[in-house]
């Protein structure tokens, strides 16, 4: 069994604003963040989540040579909700070595790549203040981010598409088993970029209008951009009702297929299971479920053949990617974010666009977001390849 870890404060920032305040306030309110795409790249039309003013807010100073969209939107989210402070904090309990940073990304910077290849010269030589080193590589953002607390303690990026930054969990609660370090920030970023809005669109998976996930219309994601990071630790004298804990991870490879589930969810279903056994859980004491729905047909289908097979119609579940898109590497962050504010909170977050539950799907979906009391919530995050992560938090005991 894993031993939980405290959340001592989260950061996020979606298309639903910036901060905990607003994303609770979405939730509650059922309000998407997804609107028609403004990039002018795409020979298609969609509907993205697009985190507004990033463009206006350069990275200056000293992390100039960090200056990408994901950059700007990694430190945005360290900003809110005196997260510096709390990793001040901890840097002054534990010292900057003992502190590390686990992040995740899928594109990181390749945006900034994407635009020194249009501005090349008559030569084809890159533009001279392209830095490849601190924004497109993965590692960028958990340079960046050790770079802003003044932490030198392990630090890596895990890149496994969209399940990225929910395995960081897991990554950070070995590392503060096996005594490296003491705490950890976890968490990560992905902006929009060409190369995935016309990858998915090449695979025939992206919907014209906002996602709908579970609906019996659905048409396909939309894409979302997204940060937020975590900060961990062994729990202490400082816990109080309000702590919610880390309190369990899951990890599967299932290699069905280099883009699609199993179609009977197999290695989702072994990822939850070996959630609960890490949590020392039932499926009966999990009292919501954030779903990864992504609001493909085949995605949304394998997923509740694993949750219906584990929990019956008995679990309220529903999935976020109508709030603010699916986010891709970020996505874990988020969903884990949204799972604590609905324990913190009292709510279970509803499906904004979804109208016409799939009578094929068997799981409890929820459509309108409702109040309740939630002590343990399981959130699901599946990427390519099979590579899938279930973890769960808790409201202190």
Do not use: W
């Amino acid at each position: 069994m894993m031993k939980p870890l405290a959340i001592r404060n989260f950061s996020l920032v979606t298309s639903l604003g910036a901060g905990r305040a607003a994303s609770i306030a979405a939730l509650r309110a059922g309000t998407s963040g997804l609107a028609p795409c403004t990039s002018d790249l795409l020979p298609f039309f969609t509907h993205t989540g697009e985190v507004p003013g990033l463009e206006d807010n350069p990275i200056t100073g000293a992390l100039a040579g960090f200056d990408c969209r994901n950059n700007r939107l990694a430190l945005m989210a360290l900003e809110q909700d005196g997260f510096l402070d709390s990793v001040a904090a901890a840097r002054a309990r534990y010292g900057a070595a003992r502190i590390g940073v686990f992040a995740g990304t899928s594109t990181s910077g390749l945006r900034q790549t994407e635009q020194a290849y249009r501005n090349r010269d008559a030569a084809g030589a890159l533009p001279k203040n392209f830095d490849y080193d601190r924004t497109h590589n993965t590692y960028s953002v958990a340079r960046l981010v050790r770079s802003v607390c003044g932490l030198s303690g392990p630090a890596f990026v895990v890149s496994t598409a969209c399940a990225a930054t929910a395995k960081v969990y897991a990554s950070a609660a070995r590392f503060i088993a096996a005594g490296i370090c003491d705490a950890a920030i976890v968490g990560g970023a992905d902006t929009l970029c060409a190369t995935t809005l016309n990858g998915f669109f090449a695979l025939g998976v992206m919907a014209e209008e906002p996602c709908r996930p579970y609906d019996a219309n659905r048409r396909g994601i939309s894409i979302g951009e997204a940060a937020g990071f975590f900060l961990l630790e062994r729990p202490g004298p400082r816990d109080g009702e309000e702590t919610v804990f880390f309190s369990g991870a899951g990890e599967s490879a299932d290699a069905y297929h280099m883009s699609s589930p199993h179609p009977e969810g197999e290695g989702a279903k072994l990822a939850m299971e070996r959630a609960l056994a890490a949590a020392g859980l039932e499926p009966g004491e999990i009292d919501y479920i954030n779903l990864h729905g992504t609001a493909t047909k085949m995605g949304d289908s394998a997923e509740d053949h694993a949750v219906f097979s584990l929990f019956g119609d008995a679990t309220p579940c529903s999935s976020s990617k109508g709030f603010a898109g699916h986010t891709l590497g970020a996505s874990g962050a988020v969903e884990a974010a949204f799972c604590a504010l609905a324990i913190q909170h009292g709510f279970v977050p509803g499906s904004p666009h979804t109208r016409e539950l799939d009578s094929t799907l068997r799981s409890q979906y929820v459509i309108q977001g409702r109040p309740a009391r939630i002590d343990v919530a399981m959130s699901n995050s599946f990427g390519f390849g099979g590579s899938n992560c279930s973890l769960l938090f808790r409201r202190a005991a």
